[in-house]
């Protein structure tokens, strides 16, 4: 497709459950970045990827959280032993070069 | 460190009139892109401008404009005859490593 697909959409997963969530760049991009949006405050910072590499995972918040691009193209967030505080939405975007970053959609993810 | 402040929470105008959606940012790189999205109630985060360090010429694109001043470390962001379509956050985000996003300034244009 011409831009970032992500999927599931919406995911509502019971505490203590382990979700993954995809993300399917657009075709050509070297960079791909996870953003976590809690409700009314803005993305912020999970992970990057350049290719296959992860170069910066400083925002993962705990050690349930894991995330692999392990073709460089399709890249999964994984994340365990889910709790309330995961709830959120989880974007994904990726970029060529110096230039914006297009987004998907998001995976609107509920813990109950 | 880098930092992006967006001061304003919510605005809300009447349908044609201007707004200013303020961004100040803080990075001691000297190169760097700055950037404004929009985020309408479906969560797509849309682009809609990116300017480098290098260019603080203003940018007009319909009823949409940009100020640029490095010395004030700020990319403002004008909205000329809003309309209701404009109802959206807006996020301003500055990019080192990773894009770093202010909080947003949620807009609501009243018919």
């Known amino acids: 497709g011409a831009g970032v697909s992500q999927s599931p959409r919406y995911k509502v997963a019971k505490r203590g459950q382990d979700v993954a969530l995809r993300c399917d760049p657009i075709s050509g991009h070297v960079s791909l970045f996870w953003y976590q949006q809690a409700l009314g405050q803005g993305p912020e910072f999970l992970t990057y990827f350049q290719n296959e590499a992860q170069l910066d995972k400083s925002g993962l918040p705990s050690d349930r959280f894991f995330a692999e691009r392990p073709e460089g193209s399709v890249s999964t967030l994984k994340i365990q032993r889910t709790q309330q505080e995961d709830s959120a939405v989880y974007l994904c975007a990726s970029r060529g070069g110096h230039t914006e970053a297009f987004f998907g959609q998001g995976t609107r993810l509920t813990v109950v | 460190a880098q930092k992006v402040t967006q001061a304003q929470t919510e605005i809300s105008v009447v349908e044609k009139e201007d707004v200013t959606l303020d961004c100040v940012y803080e990075?001691?790189?000297?190169?760097?892109?700055l950037f404004w999205y929009k985020q309408p109630p479906s969560g797509e985060l849309v682009f809609l401008i990116r300017r480098n360090s290098f260019d603080e010429q203003n940018e007009i694109s319909g009823r949409y404009s940009w100020n640029f001043q490095k010395s004030t470390s700020s990319f403002n962001f004008t909205i000329t005859a809003s309309q209701v379509v404009d109802s959206a956050v807006y996020f301003c985000?500055?990019?080192?490593?990773?894009?770093?996003f202010g909080t947003g300034t949620s807009l609501t244009v009243i018919p």
């Open positions: 985000a500055l990019i080192g490593n990773q894009f770093y």
């Open positions: 990075t001691r790189d000297t190169t760097y892109y």
